[in-house]
């Protein structure tokens, strides 16, 4: 059962339609027709932020209970540049983030969501990435992480922790040092802290495509009148792909 909270937005399945919408276009066009209507400043803050996005690190969240942690967590993956956040969906349970903590990191984060363990394994298997779990008696320190050349951190469940298949996959774990009576931290507080260690000091390394995919949505999500400016040039993108899938 998990915690009901209003307004909170189905990530994975909102993004999949404007993605899937945009894989099918010319982004260089939409680019290219939309580039005018970026003021200097903006244009410049896309080229930033984009040039800094992090495939070598990303994020698993083994089904998250609370919507305010699952887009605390987003938000700080959009914040320390990490471009994937993968989310094992257990029991039928979509994942879900409050918008009001999102605060629209939802728009920049690519996540990727599994109905059960092996999915989530394959695809890391496949990019590369070591699973390290997140433990109080981790043997790895958070400034460990810069270290390992493809890192994926695992957070567990907020009641039943990292289940068994994905803990089982992990070679190493991760502790964040404490000195109180609390031996344990909220998952997106520790969430935050390791991303922030894991990034540290990376340059970004998003290849040229991915980078051209990012400023295409960018654009299509944040110039006003961007569908209408585009079906002008012919090029078409359905409303509905625009609309938000909430609780």
């Known amino acids: 059962m998990r915690r009901r909270t209003p307004h909170s937005i189905f990530v994975e399945q909102a993004q999949r339609r404007l993605i899937a919408r945009l894989r099918e276009l010319d982004q260089q066009a939409i680019v290219r027709e939309l580039d005018p209507f970026l003021t200097n400043e903006r244009r410049a803050r896309f080229e930033s932020v984009f040039s800094q996005r992090l495939d070598s690190v990303t994020v698993l969240m083994d089904a998250p209970y609370d919507p305010h942690n699952g887009a605390a967590v987003l938000r700080s993956c959009d914040a320390f540049g990490v471009q994937r956040l993968h989310v094992v ?61 493809k890192v994926c951190l695992v957070l567990g469940n907020e009641r039943d922790g990292i289940h068994h298949e994905l803990a089982s996959a992990c070679k190493r774990s991760v502790r964040v ?48 009148h961007a569908a209408e400016i585009l079906l002008a040039k012919g090029i078409e993108l359905t409303p509905e792909i625009f609309a938000p899938v909430e609780t």
Not at 90 to 103: D, I, M, Y
Request: net charge negative.
């Open 89 to 149: 969906e257990r029991g039928g349970q979509g994942f879900l983030a409050a918008r009001q903590v999102a605060r629209g990191s939802e728009q920049w984060v690519h996540v990727c969501t599994y109905s059960e363990s092996k999915g989530a394994l394959d695809a890391l298997a496949a990019s590369g990435h070591e699973l390290v779990a997140t433990h109080p008696m981790g043997e790895l320190l958070p400034e460990d992480l810069r270290h390992i050349p």
């Open 177 to 224: 040092p404490m000195r109180g009576f609390a031996e344990s931290l909220n998952v997106s507080v520790t969430g935050a802290i390791l991303v922030q260690h894991a990034t540290a000091g990376r340059m970004g390394d998003l290849s040229d495509a991915e980078r051209l995919f990012l400023k295409a949505r960018a654009m299509v999500l944040t110039i006003d």
